[in-house]
């Protein structure tokens, strides 16, 4: 059985002026991988994910899940009203519940994703990136720089 409970922070490593948008805004940008749109996010804060995920000098920290969640899927559901979304964990070295998009090699785990994902309801939908704005989370979000990773 497995829980699909948001984990209580979420974190987004890139590049600073990307993610100032995304907390005064909440503007985030919507990747195609696996005939999905998605968006990761990890679940540790991790100074070797800066590097992983490079060119990335900042993090975005979510701290209100639920609420961030809810938002960005009410958001894609006005912008692509015939695509249906989940999120959840990416599980690795084995296939996902949730699918081939939930599904990474092993040597990956230690990003700890959690990942957004939409799929299209009608096949000739196209898979193009999607810029969606949620509004800002300055609220309950927060901007560090590698510098200020705890000790």
């Known amino acids: 059985m497995h829980d699909y409970q ?6 987004r490593y890139a590049p600073r002026a990307e993610l100032e948008q995304s907390l005064t805004a909440g503007q985030f940008r919507l990747v195609p991988a696996n005939r999905c749109l998605t968006l990761s996010f990890s679940q540790a804060w991790d100074k070797a994910l800066f590097d992983q995920f490079g060119p990335a000098d900042a993090c975005l920290i979510i701290h209100n899940t639920e609420e961030f969640g809810e938002r960005l899927h009410r958001a894609v559901q006005r912008a692509l009203p015939s695509w249906a979304g ?20 092993v040597a990956e785990a230690h990003e700890r994703e959690w ?21 800002s989370i300055e609220q309950f979000a927060e901007l560090r720089d590698r510098e200020s990773y705890p000790a």
């Open 86 to 105: 989940i999120d959840g964990a990416v599980e690795y070295g084995a296939r996902a519940a949730l699918g081939a998009a939930f599904t990474k090699t």
């Open 115 to 135: 990942q957004f994902a939409w799929r299209a309801m009608a096949p000739q939908l196209s898979l193009n990136p999607v810029v969606v704005k949620i509004g």
């Open 6 to 11: 948001r984990p209580p922070t979420l974190y």
